[in-house]
């Protein structure tokens, strides 16, 4: 695999890529095409912010990894220490340079998230479920972002919810899988135990495919929704459930349960 592929995790960027999009169809459905320039620029902040982000978590956790993922750009060579740091701040600083085309609320949901990931890196990674909190929110501003640029915030907020609670889950679930790698982080997980901290992420999760419910219920998206969201939802029932016994599989399953929720938004948004 490329080394910067690797580092900038792309099926990550891709994905944030796809629910930006998602977002401003929920938001503004078929009219979305009026703000194609607008959604196009919040694509590559959203593209850009993830590969920031993942460049920094490497430089940050780059002694971790040696344990956890020795397969990484940093630990196995592929890519030094340094070069990260920089390629993640010159990312960075071209979201936030991209943000300034847009209106006041995007721009704020660019400066506040990028305030939250450097936060997020420097202090709350180690504070554990601090941390899990803080990623899960930001995931949920992604799905922000994409209303504020169709000018319909406000029709994002349960998928932003949904999104939000089931990233919850699943970074919990993570650090189940790396609790013992995780040499340096008070991890929920640590503090807990694995048994409490997993049934917390099934609660969240839990709560996140009760969500799903709400946008057909209030007559947003119709039947063709539903029958998607319910196989999402049945990936993450079982997910939530296989990871008290494989932590790995279950965080991978979520991200695949993420993944069909996705397509039920956006036939929900074109049917």
Request: contains cysteine.
């Amino acid at each position: 695999m490329n080394r910067f592929i690797q580092l900038f995790r792309i099926g990550n960027c891709i994905m944030g890529v796809i629910g930006v999009m998602l977002a401003a169809l929920v938001g503004a459905g078929t009219s979305m095409i009026d703000y194609s320039i607008e959604i196009l620029i919040a694509s590559a902040i959203v593209f850009t912010f993830i590969a920031a982000g993942n460049s920094l978590n490497d430089y940050m956790d780059r002694e971790i990894d040696k344990r956890a993922h020795p397969e990484r750009p940093i630990p196995s060579g592929k890519i030094s220490a340094s070069t990260a740091l920089r390629i993640s701040a010159i990312l960075f600083s071209i979201s936030f340079l991209l943000s300034l085309l847009l209106d006041a609320i995007s721009i704020a949901i660019v400066m506040i998230a990028i305030l939250f990931m450097l936060f997020y890196e420097v202090k709350l990674k180690k504070e554990g479920f601090g941390g899990n909190f803080l990623i899960a929110l930001l995931t949920g501003f992604l799905f922000l972002l994409g209303g504020a640029v169709v000018k319909h915030v406000e029709q994002t907020v349960a998928l932003a919810a949904m999104a939000f609670l089931a990233t919850l889950g699943r970074e919990i679930i993570k650090d189940i899988e790396d609790m013992e790698a995780d040499f340096d982080r008070m991890t929920l997980p640590k503090k807990i135990g694995k048994g409490k901290a997993g049934a917390i992420a099934t609660l969240f999760i839990l709560i996140a495919v009760i969500l799903s419910f709400e946008p057909f219920i209030v007559g947003i998206f119709n039947i063709e929704y539903l029958f998607i969201v319910l196989i999402a939802d049945a990936i993450f029932i079982y997910s939530s459930f296989l990871q008290f016994q494989n932590p790995k599989r279950g965080q991978k399953l979520t991200k695949v349960g993420m993944f069909v929720a996705l397509i039920a938004f956006l036939i929900g948004g074109i049917l």
